[in-house]
């Protein structure tokens, strides 16, 4: 059963930090390139970041670029998005999904999700 259970949301002020951790399980997780999505009240599912099944190329939104870093352990079957310099424009449920082989900027790729979870920057 493939499991993506996402953590480490909440709620902060502006300009703090966060970090979101995603736990993949069954499924061949080394396979797959690893993305973050978010998706804000009335608003479509975007993409924020991924990363290449190896973790040597990356992929970051322009809103986020500077401030965002994603990383993986293949060892740990994990995704991880550090969020520095957080905006009330961030604010959103935050998505880790997977997609078979090579990461894509439109989430109809993507095979599978996580459940979300939720952040709120406030001004």
């Known amino acids: 059963q493939v499991q993506l259970v996402e953590s480490g949301g909440g709620s902060v002020q502006a300009g703090n930090s966060l970090r979101l951790s995603c736990a993949a399980s069954?499924?061949?997780?080394?396979?797959?390139?690893m993305g973050w999505f978010r998706q804000a009240p009335g608003k479509e599912r975007e993409i924020v970041s991924a990363i290449s099944w190896s973790g040597g190329d990356t992929y970051y939104a322009d809103s986020v670029k500077g401030r965002f870093t994603i990383s993986r352990d293949n060892a740990r079957n994990t995704v991880t998005l550090q969020m520095h310099s957080l905006k009330p424009e961030d604010t959103a449920v935050y998505y880790c999904?997977?997609?078979?082989?090579?990461?894509?900027?439109?989430?109809?790729?993507?095979?599978?999700w996580g459940q979300g979870t939720q952040v709120t920057v406030s001004s």
């Open positions: 999904a997977a997609d078979y082989l090579a990461w894509d900027i439109d989430k109809a790729d993507y095979e599978y």
């Open positions: 069954g499924y061949s997780f080394s396979s797959y390139a």
